[in-house]
């Protein structure tokens, strides 16, 4: 059975998925990873020092792996025009 995670450790994830979540060119989905990092991480916020919060730790360490493929991916595809929400007027 794995420890539960530190403040430290879950705090340096937490980071990790916003400094992936701005590698994303597109705007929508750069603000919809971070709202859902957010509420992951809120959600999972009540699970100190049990096996749940080490079972949630390493499900969102797996899913900041995906989220790392998808940005490299998707700025492979992206379309390079911004968002009407990023044009400056």
């Known amino acids: 059975m794995a420890a539960a995670p530190s403040r ?7 980071r990790a998925f916003l400094r992936t979540s701005r590698k994303f060119s597109d705007y929508n989905i750069r603000e919809y990873t971070r709202r859902r990092a957010a509420d992951a991480f809120r959600e999972n916020r009540s699970l100190a020092d049990t096996p ?30 911004k968002s009407v929400v990023e044009m400056k007027v």
């Open 8 to 14: 430290a450790e879950v705090l340096s994830l937490f």
């Open 52 to 81: 749940a919060a080490a079972t949630a730790f390493a499900d969102m360490k797996q899913q900041l792996e995906v989220w790392k493929r998808q940005a490299l991916v998707y700025s492979l595809y992206a379309p390079k025009i």
